[in-house]
């Protein structure tokens, strides 16, 4: 089975590479998985059949194109598209509506999948709190407890009062593109102990669902043997 993974950024490239990994190992199925970091989420183009422009890197502005492109090369055989994005302050629903019907129109003969990281991917390295705690084992457990688990609160921000509770203030002032770096470490050190099972979060319980069925390969059906009447 070949996968592959288009991403918003590096750190959740990481995340979801990682938790990928694992749940095809826990379901016995042997993939090669190929993981597309962009930059950024971007927007879905006005004309998705139009050539995207030049310097395009976001996922949004480039997944029409790349859904036709996915179509071609690995079209009819047993493949998996996944899309991982932040939904940040889009409606949900809605997002995970428009991103399944780009796929589909696009690319109708894989498997899509899509997963959406409630407000951010620091969502789900919250959803796994023993992943975190051995991860960064001084880390503010009383915070950690106070965060309701994919609440909009900005996330990330609630992430780095966990790990970082002596200097979070001044972290979050930094602000980007230097805060993306800090974000790419928390993902990789958390993201080594993270389990599929011990998450919590409802976006990636949803996204550990959709990914499940669709690399579930279908029973085979018992013959039933014919008796036939001799007269």
């Not at 089975?1 to 190992?25: P, W, Y």
Request: proline share 7%; charged share 25%; glycine share 4%.
């Amino acid at each position: 089975m070949h996968i592959e993974i288009l991403t918003e950024d590096k750190s959740g490239a990481t995340v979801v590479e990682r938790l990928v990994t694992r749940m095809c190992r826990e379901a016995s199925v042997d993939a090669d998985i190929a993981v597309r970091p962009h930059r950024g989420c971007g927007s879905l183009p006005q004309d998705p059949l139009a050539r995207p422009p030049k310097f395009a890197s976001s996922l949004l502005d480039l997944l029409p194109a790349k859904c036709r492109a996915y179509n071609q090369v690995f079209g009819g055989t047993d493949a998996i598209l996944i899309v991982i994005m932040d939904s940040d302050d889009n409606d949900p629903d809605k997002l995970r509506r428009e991103l399944y019907g780009t796929c589909r129109r696009f690319a109708p003969d894989l498997r899509s999948v899509i997963g959406l990281c409630t407000e951010e991917i620091e969502a789900w390295l919250l959803g796994d709190a023993h992943a975190l705690l051995k991860a960064y084992p001084d880390a503010d457990t009383d915070s950690l407890e106070e965060y309701v688990q994919d609440s909009i609160c900005g996330t990330w921000e609630m992430l780095c009062k966990v790990i970082c509770p002596d200097n979070y203030e001044d972290i979050i002032e930094i602000g980007y593109p230097a805060i993306g770096h800090y974000k790419a470490s928390w993902a990789k050190m958390i993201s080594e102990y993270m389990e599929p099972e011990n998450n919590i979060s409802p976006s990636f319980i949803n996204f550990k669902m959709a990914f499940r069925t669709a690399i579930r390969k279908p029973e085979p059906v018992p013959s039933i043997p014919v008796h036939r009447r001799s007269f």
